[in-house]
Structure formats: structure tokens, C-alpha cells
């Protein structure tokens, strides 16, 4: 995970500002959300944040 900040996990009814990161003192629960997310976001269609993402132009209907 490269470009993606550490993961965060926290407890909001007991911290709600934050503070503690519980990820580290859970690191197989930390692991399947990280997995569940990337596969989740793996079934979404591209978008213009997708480095691979390519638009037709209108007018020509072809890949830019």
C-alpha cells in the first residue's frame, strides 16, 4: 500500500476526536478491512482518479 496513508481504526463512541489508533493492537481485523476495501474498490467503475482512466471526446467518441 504504497501510496495510502497507515491504516486508521478507532473507536468512536469511546474516542470520538480520534486519537487512539486501535489498528496496530488488531492487525488481523486491520488486515481483512484493508483486504474487504481493495477488493471493494476493485468492483467500482473507473474514474477520473484512476491514473488509467481515459475520456472520449463528445464530438469524435474516441479515447483521448
Not at 471493494?40 to 473507473?46: E, I, T
Request: net charge negative.
Amino acid at each position: 500500500m504504497e501510496h495510502f496513508p497507515p491504516p486508521s481504526r478507532n473507536n468512536l463512541e469511546t474516542d470520538p476526536s480520534e486519537l487512539n489508533n486501535l489498528a496496530d493492537e488488531h492487525p488481523e481485523l486491520t488486515q481483512r478491512l484493508i483486504t474487504a476495501l481493495l477488493e471493494w474498490n476493485q468492483s467500482l467503475p473507473p474514474d477520473a482518479g484512476d491514473p488509467g482512466f481515459k475520456t472520449k471526446t463528445p464530438a469524435e467518441g474516441t479515447t483521448k
